[in-house]
T-cell receptor, first 114, second 108 residues
Framework: DTGVSQNPRHKITKRGQNVTFRCDPISEHNRLYWYRQTLGQGPEFLTYFQNEAQLEKSRLLSDRFSAERPKGSFSTLEIQRTEQGDSAMYLC????????????FGQGTRLTVV | EDQVTQSPEALRLQEGESSSLNCSYTVSGLRGLFWYRQDPGKGPEFLFTLYSAGEEKEKERLKATLTKKESFLHITAPKPEDSATYLCAVHQGGKLIFGQGTELSVKP
C-alpha cells in the first residue's frame, strides 16, 4: 500500500456544475477524513467517517456537500451546484484511530470553479 | 472554543541559521498535538505526535517540544530543502484542528 490516494488531482468546472472526488485510504485504516484548504490557511475540517458511518459533519459545510463511504473502504465527496467560493484544495486523510494514531494525508484534489 | 495559533506566519532564514516555530493551543484535555510539513501543491506529511508536557521528539534537523499551552518546532542548521509550510494540529472530538501554518523559507 502506497498511502492515501485521491482522484482526480485537478478539476476545473463551470459554476453550477456538480463534481465528485474520490479517496482511497490506507487499507487497514478505519477512519477517513475530508478537509478543505485555501491558500495561506491550514486545512479546515469538513467531515469524517469511522468505517462506513459518518460521525461528524462540520457546521460550516453547506448542504451542497455530501460524502459517502460505502462498505467502509473508499470515500467520495460530491459538491452540487458549485460556486466560485468552492475553489480550494480538498484533502483526504486516514488513520487507525486518532486516540493515538496519526492521520496520513493524500495529495489532494485541486478544484477550480470558473 | 478550541483554537490553534501559529507564529510567525512566515519565516525567512539563511542556511545554517537555527530558529523556532511556535504553536499555541487552547483545548480542553489535550489528546495529542501533531506537526506536519506541507510542500506547495501537496498534502501534509506527518512529522511528530506529542502527548504530554515535557515530551520531545526529534527527526533529523527538527525537534518538537510540548508545554501545557504551546509547542515549539526547533530547526537546527536548516537547509534549503527544509523550506515548506509547517502545520500544527490538536486532536479534538475525533478529528484534527489545524493552525494556519508557518511558511519557512531557507536561502542558501
Amino acid at each position: 500500500d502506497t498511502g492515501v490516494s485521491q482522484n482526480p488531482r485537478h478539476k476545473i468546472t463551470k459554476r453550477g456544475q456538480n463534481v465528485t472526488f474520490r479517496c482511497d485510504p490506507i487499507s487497514e485504516h478505519n477512519r477517513l477524513y475530508w478537509y478543505r484548504q485555501t491558500l495561506g490557511q491550514g486545512p479546515e475540517f469538513l467531515t469524517y467517517f469511522q468505517n462506513e458511518a459518518q460521525l461528524e459533519k462540520s457546521r460550516l459545510l453547506s448542504d451542497r456537500f455530501s460524502a459517502e463511504r460505502p462498505k467502509g473502504s473508499f470515500s467520495t465527496l460530491e459538491i452540487q451546484r458549485t460556486e466560485q467560493g468552492d475553489s480550494a484544495m480538498y484533502l483526504c486523510a486516514s488513520s487507525l484511530d486518532l486516540g493515538g494514531q496519526e492521520a496520513f494525508f493524500g495529495q489532494g484534489t485541486r478544484l477550480t470553479v470558473v | 472554543e478550541d483554537q490553534v495559533t501559529q507564529s510567525p506566519e512566515a519565516l525567512r532564514l539563511q542556511e545554517g541559521e537555527s530558529s523556532s516555530l511556535n504553536c499555541s493551543y487552547t483545548v480542553s484535555g489535550l489528546r495529542g498535538l501533531f506537526w506536519y510539513r506541507q510542500d506547495p501543491g501537496k498534502g501534509p506529511e506527518f512529522l511528530f505526535t506529542l502527548y504530554s508536557a515535557g515530551e520531545e521528539k526529534e527527526k533529523e534537523r527538527l525537534k518538537a517540544t510540548l508545554t501545557k499551552k504551546e509547542s515549539f518546532l526547533h530547526i537546527t542548521a536548516p537547509k534549503p530543502e527544509d523550506s515548506a509550510t509547517y502545520l500544527c494540529a490538536v486532536h479534538q472530538g475525533g478529528k484534527l484542528i489545524f493552525g494556519q501554518g508557518t511558511e519557512l523559507s531557507v536561502k542558501p
